[in-house]
């Protein structure tokens, strides 16, 4: 952030109430290249579109908690707590020791990501660009996508999107991002239906 | 440089929409049903922004396909994608994929 050319305050303020690792990390070159402000929040959504559907599963779990409560609770939930939330208690009802076990999780993950940022923050200078350790945040990205690619829908709607990042790349204001989410979504769908038709025991 | 009052606006923005995706449907009072083809489209955005994100990073240097073997983003991607489907791990697929990245380039200077 602070080679990209924002100022050291921003820089931390970005991490401190952004807290969410990809949308900074796809937000970060629109800042950089000024596009229109809707451009960068419409990517960071939908980035974030995860988290939507993370949270109608949440609501099962804390769904009788006060709406204060609740939208802190899903500010602080990220992927691993929501994946390790969710392997802990599979079954989707309120449970005593559900509060605790969220609160563990979201404190030390907090604590860990935003050290971790600040210590990047101030070491951004003494780490040469040329090394491109800039490439660490999209091995974590891929990462995150192989643990989402679940069948052979998630696959090739994964390779869609791919093919059509990279195809319409020359778009201007990092538009590509949108037509691929567009494309993979509508194949995921077509395919959703075809599958269904193939096997009309399902229905 | 960045003006001060666009980064600082669209930074808070930023803030807003994860707040508003994260607690997208812990806000509403009410229950809230969603059609069954929009939970099935949703479930392939957030996958489908990931790769968006991510592939050109790989395979584009400058707005280009790759051209050469010789860059050390294919087999960090490689050796981190090996390592993954072998442990399952995200950690460790950072680690070693970040490891083999340094190692060609500091070493050998791709």
Redesign the interface.
Same mark, same amino acid.
């Given at each position: 952030m602070v080679k990209s050319?924002?100022?050291l305050p921003?820089s931390i303020?970005?991490t401190m109430?952004?807290?969410?690792g990809?949308?900074?990390?796809?937000?970060l070159p629109l800042?950089?290249a000024?596009a229109p402000?809707w451009v960068? #929040?419409a990517t960071? !959504?939908? =980035?974030?579109?995860? !988290?939507?559907? *993370?949270?109608?599963h949440?609501?099962r779990y !804390?769904?009788h908690l006060p709406?204060a409560q609740?939208?802190l609770?899903? *500010?602080l939930?990220v992927d691993l707590s929501y994946v390790l939330f969710a392997r802990r208690f599979p079954d989707a009802k309120p449970q005593l020791e559900q509060l605790p076990y969220f609160w563990g999780s979201a404190a030390w993950n907090w604590l860990s990501w935003q050290g971790a940022s600040l210590l990047g923050i101030v070491l951004a200078d003494r780490v040469p660009t040329? #090394?491109?350790?800039g490439?660490?945040g =999209?091995?974590?990205?891929?990462?995150?996508? *192989?643990?989402?690619?679940s069948d052979k829908k998630?696959w090739i709607?994964?390779g869609?999107?791919?093919f059509?990042?990279?195809a319409t790349?020359?778009l201007p204001l990092k538009l590509?991002?949108v037509t691929?989410?567009a494309?993979? =979504?509508a194949?995921?769908?077509l395919l959703?239906r075809s599958f269904r038709d193939a096997a009309p025991e399902g229905r | 440089m960045i003006p001060a009052w666009y980064a600082t606006v669209g930074i808070a923005g930023l803030a807003v929409v994860t707040v508003i995706t994260r607690g997208f449907f812990l806000f509403s009072e009410r229950e809230l049903e969603l059609p069954a083809w929009a939970v099935q489209g949703l479930r392939y955005a957030p996958l489908a922004a990931l790769v968006a994100v991510i592939a050109p990073e790989i395979v584009l240097t400058n707005g280009a396909l790759l051209s050469t073997w010789q860059d050390a983003r294919i087999w960090a991607v490689l050796v981190g994608t090996a390592y993954f489907w072998w442990r399952r791990g995200i950690l460790g697929m950072i680690v070693t994929g970040t490891a083999v990245l340094l190692a060609l380039k500091i070493g050998l200077g791709w």
């Open positions: 050319g924002l100022s921003l303020l970005m109430v952004v807290f969410a990809s949308a900074q990390l796809a937000a800042i950089v000024g402000l960068l #929040w960071a !959504f939908c =980035v974030n579109l995860r !988290f939507v559907i *993370y949270s109608a949440w609501r !804390f769904g709406r609740r939208l609770l899903g *500010y939930a040329e #090394w491109g350790l490439f660490a =999209v091995l974590a990205l891929l990462g995150i996508t *192989y643990s989402l690619l998630t709607a994964a869609v999107a791919a059509v990042a990279v790349f020359a590509n991002i691929a989410i494309a993979a =979504v194949a995921g769908l959703e | -």
